[in-house]
């Protein structure tokens, strides 16, 4: 079996995105874009700034995964949900929290999880998953 080794620089300067939803907003057309981009995708303006987003949305369809990576075999089975962020995006995440109430249209938020542990020199990198969100309406 391989070792996952986590690069303390590379988490470090990815921290913004792995940490946050942040997208890009052209200021000429309106646009948003997930991840992120310099250039907008559909007028070609590079007036674009960064917005984050809520990390609130409804998930729209999900499958569950029993085949595990390198240093996730403990996660199994993981779920990856396809979500519909409130502000119109659309994007693929993993699940966490995951129980039998799990169904197409619930209301889900962005919250931090545990990624991955190195279990060469003990670092543990975090990132964003999606959980089911208690009493909230489907919108």
Sequence with gaps: MRKVKIFPPQVWRNKETMYRLIAAKCTSCG???FPARDVCNKCGSTKVTKVRLSGKGTLISYTVNYQSLPGME??????IGLIKLDEGIEIVAPLTDVDENLREGARVEATIRR???DS???LIEYGVKFRL???EPNR
């Design 120 to 122: 060469t020199n003990g």
């Design 115 to 117: 990624i991955r542990a």
């Design 31 to 33: 646009n948003v874009m």
């Design 133 to 135: 969100v208690e009493n």
């Design 74 to 79: 403990k996660v199994q089975p993981s779920y």
